[in-house]
């Protein structure tokens, strides 16, 4: 494993400038068979390519994908419970009940994991520019990293708020120590990279490229930052235009989670997740692992467990409930059957591989991707701009969409929504993305933009002007030596 060394601005240096190289077609299949050092790097097209390879396998990343994303993106929400047992990994309970500090390691590794991302994106953009290749590739190639770049940020500024805003590798020894940037530059800074890269990026790939970032990647990502800003009028345009690439709902919504249905024509951009024969290190993504089953039978560790609450929310006859959540007991609808007597009444079926494809020396169920943006939250969140501006007969039609695949075609069940109160559908809209997003790290960020932490989250200590943020990593502030600032309450 390769050592990275943290700046005091939460930046991660890969040590003297280095890429890791590799001779592989696909992104996933990234190993540590040597570096070279930048000035002898950052020549050739294959150098841009391989680049761009390693900052996609760093997507898959422990930091990225598992234990400090569940802790921090997911762990505050009432849908979920730690998992487990008892004693097992018990800090992922200071931030179910609101009680983390500053000295977290959950916290340190978040922001570390997403400035390395970060990092990876810089090299590219500093650089590429300066390589003789393919004009369209290289363009395609600045904005694949402007799109991640914006995703990490994306992911920063709505976990800490203020964040230092690096755009570019520092050069010199004063461009390491950096201040958080006020949150409001850095929305700006990630809606520029994604217009930019919108403006680059294509609709679709062939299937040699499938998992890079496309046009409607850009624009629903847009969409979401303008959705968390409240800029209303942009998420309807963004929306808009995503709703006219093309994309559609996947008819089962169990099955749009499962290994065979990747990519799937719901599917807006995917960390694309791999088992490689006879490479278990590049299969090295531990998303599925650490939510799986826990026991002999799932072989996972079964954090991240679905809450009582969740499972009450969905509405009678609702598939959705029985496709999101694996129930102690039952045989799922891949043919595996359940312990009735283990550790966890409930799993997440949302990252579960049927046990059949696990492969001993490989991490159980490291082929999984993790669905990052998918349509049904383009027709969400062009329902609740829509709302927002009065437009509510037009919030209806996206919300119907949603609710017509989960209603599976009894009519029965799941009613239309059909009142054109703008409450009243405002609330339907937040149950919508409740029971649609379930175990997919939306959910506690959701209720904090909707101005609901104190109602949903205060029963187990969730206070306000304080915990819409995580506290910044005590680590990072000890080595800015007091360039970096808390977050108040902590």
């Not at 490479?279 to 009582?308: E, I």
Request: hydrophobic share 40%.
């Amino acid at each position: 494993m390769k050592k990275y060394l943290k700046s005091a601005a939460g930046i991660s240096i890969l040590a003297a400038l280095v890429v890791t190289q590799s001779c592989k077609k696909s992104f996933l299949d990234v190993t540590a068979k040597g570096t070279v050092a930048s000035a002898q790097f950052w020549k050739t097209e294959t150098d841009a390519t391989s680049a761009v390879n390693a900052m996609y396998a760093n997507l898959h990343e422990w930091t990225n994908i598992a234990f400090a994303p569940i802790a921090v993106e997911s762990m505050g929400s009432d849908d979920v419970e730690k998992g487990s047992t008892p004693t097992d990994a018990s800090f992922m309970n200071d931030f179910h009940f609101f009680t983390a500090n500053s000295g977290e390691g959950q916290i340190a590794d978040f922001w570390g994991g997403e400035y390395k991302t970060i990092n990876f994106a810089n090299q590219i953009l500093d650089n590429v520019p300066g390589i003789n290749m393919d004009a369209n590739l290289k363009s395609r190639y600045l904005a694949e990293a402007k799109f991640i770049r914006a995703y990490a940020y994306f992911r920063l500024v709505r976990a800490f708020g203020d964040v230092p805003l690096r755009l570019h590798v520092p050069k010199t020894a004063n461009e390491y120590n950096i201040p958080r940037t006020p949150k409001a530059q850095v929305w700006t800074a990630i809606e520029t990279d994604l217009t930019d890269a919108a403006s680059v990026l294509p609709q679709s790939y062939g299937a040699a490229d499938v998992g890079h970032v496309t046009k409607g990647a850009a624009l629903t990502l847009h969409a979401k930052a303008a959705l968390y800003q409240k800029k209303w009028a942009d998420v309807v345009n963004y929306t808009n235009q995503v709703m006219g690439l093309g994309y559609s709902l996947f008819p089962d919504y169990e099955q749009m989670f499962r290994t065979n249905h990747k990519n799937n024509q719901e599917s807006i951009f995917e960390i694309q997740n791999m088992l490689i024969p006879n490479n278990p290190g590049a299969s090295n993504s531990q998303y599925s692992q650490v939510q799986g089953v826990r026991g002999s039978t799932g072989g996972g560790w079964g954090f991240n467990v679905p809450s009582a609450d969740l499972a009450a929310a969905y509405e009678t006859g609702d598939p959705r409930r029985d496709a999101t959540i694996i129930f102690r007991g039952e045989t799922t609808p891949e043919g595996d059957a359940i312990p009735a007597d283990g550790d966890n009444p409930m799993y997440n079926q949302k990252s579960y591989v049927p046990f059949s494809l696990y492969v001993s020396g490989f991490n159980e169920g490291c082929q999984q991707n993790k669905i990052v943006l998918r349509y049904a939250d383009v027709l969400l969140m062009n329902a609740e701009a829509n709302n927002e501006l009065g437009n509510t007969a037009a919030a209806l039609i996206p919300l119907e969409q949603v609710r017509a695949r989960a209603r599976a075609g009894n009519n029965a069940i799941l009613p239309k929504v059909v009142s054109t109160d703008q409450a009243t559908v405002r609330a339907a809209i937040y149950h919508e993305r409740r029971v649609e997003f379930a175990m997919e790290f939306d959910r506690y960020f959701d209720v904090i933009r909707q101005g609901r932490g104190a109602e949903v989250f205060g029963s187990r200590g969730w206070k306000a002007n304080k915990n819409e943020v995580w506290p910044v990593p005590q680590n990072e502030i000890d080595l800015s030596a007091g360039t970096l600032t808390q977050n108040p309450g902590y």
